[in-house]
Structures are given as C-alpha cells and as structure tokens.
C-alpha cells in the first residue's frame, strides 16, 4: 500500500538532546512538509521540501533542522535549540510543487514529548 | 498573502443533529480549497476539495461543502452527524506561489457529538 510512514509514535526527550524523527514515503510524491501541531493552533509549518537535496524553511524553523537525500525521506532533528518541542509532529506530501492544486497526505504523526 | 479563519475552536451537537463548521478565507489569487478531518492521536485525512466547477462539493462521510466566493466562505455541513465524527476539522486554502503551491491550514474547529 502506498502511503507516508512516521516514526516513532511516541518519543520522548530529555532536555538538552538532540532527537530525529523519520518519516518515509512511497507515494512517489516530489515534496515533502513537516508541520508541528499544538492545541488550538492548527499546523504551523517547520520546514518543506520541493525536490532531492533542496529545502527551505517554514514559519517557525528556529531549532529544528532537515535533510533531503533521497525522494523517500525528510527526517526532522528537534534540537536543544528548540525550547518548548513537546507537540505533535506531522509529516506530509504532495505529489509535486506545481500540481495536484496542494493537496496534501499525511502521515500517522509522532508525539514529542521533553521529560 | 492567504489566510484562513475557523470561526468556531469548538462545536458540541446532538447525535443524528445538522452541522456547519465555518471557514473564511482572504487571498488575492484564485485559491483551491480543502477540508481534511483528524481523528486523535492521528494524522489528517482528505475530507472533499474545491478545485473548480460546481461550487456544492460532496466529500466521504456524508459531508459537503459550499464555495462562496462573494462571501470567501467555504463552510462544511453534515444534515445528521453521529457519534464516530467526533473529531477535529481543518480548513485550508492553497495557491500558486513562487515555485509551487503555498497552503494554509486553519486553526482547527473540534467537532463533538453527543448522544
């Protein structure tokens, strides 16, 4: 089946460390998005990726960082940097920058929490 | 620039009630249109689209909604909820932007129905 795999479900971080969170598409789909999510804001977009070895960042990029090697995956890395990481992380495609009018398909999603 | 606004962050409704879940929008291009729903601890799934043509669209579940664009509005309607569309709702607007489309998700509107 075809679809976007986020993991882990579940993760949890202590202050002052770096953690990665994988996610993994077989949609064949060009671009890639991370959006973090906390209640009553919607998604707030972190960084997106339109195409291998290119990304740009969203509106609230400070403290995380991406990597684009391969059109399969779009790993995000919360860093220490990053104050208040506790949320929802969802990950998303869309088949390509300039088609498909932004519809979007997400995956299962990863809750952070800092302990 | 686009934004969207969910007028409602929360709304409680009678099993086998109507529902309307409210979304304006501002852009200054043409915009395509989404709802997609959430489901806890998950990620978002497609509800229905507005792309162009007939402003009534109908999406799964039962659910439907209308392009108005004198008004900017694109609300979603259900004629008799249930039980299991407990959830949260997004609205989003997409539109063409510098190298590919730019969507934005409102802030959400939780949909709760009792029995």
């Known amino acids: 089946d075809g679809g976007i795999t986020q993991s882990p479900k579940y993760l949890f971080r202590k202050e002052g460390q770096n953690v990665t969170l994988s996610c993994e598409q077989n949609?064949?789909?060009?671009?890639m998005y991370w959006y973090r999510q906390d209640p009553g804001q919607g998604l707030r977009l972190i960084y997106y990726s339109q195409i291998v070895n290119d990304f740009q960042k969203g509106d609230i990029a400070e403290g995380y960082s991406v990597s684009r090697e391969k059109k399969e995956s779009f790993p995000l890395t919360v860093t220490s940097a990053q104050k208040n990481p506790t949320a929802f992380y969802l990950c998303a495609t869309t088949a390509g920058a300039t088609s498909s009018w932004g519809e979007a398909f997400f995956g299962q999603g990863t809750r952070l929490t800092v302990v | 620039a686009q934004s969207v606004t969910q007028l409602d962050s929360q709304v409680p409704v009678f099993e086998e009630a109507p529902v309307e879940l409210r979304c304006n929008y501002s852009?200054?291009?043409?915009?395509?249109l989404f709802w997609y729903v959430q489901y806890p601890n998950q990620g978002l799934q497609l509800l229905l689209k507005?792309?162009?043509?007939?402003?009534l669209v109908k999406g799964i579940n039962g659910f439907e909604a209308e392009f108005n664009k004198s008004q900017t509005s694109f609300h979603l309607r259900k004629p008799s909820v249930h039980i299991s569309d407990t959830a949260e709702y997004f609205c989003a607007v997409s539109a063409v932007s510098t190298g590919g489309f730019k969507t934005i998700f409102g802030a959400g509107t939780r949909l709760f129905v009792k029995a």
């Open positions: 949609l064949n789909h060009d671009a």
């Open positions: 507005y792309l162009s043509g007939s402003t």
């Open positions: 852009s200054s291009v043409s915009v395509y």
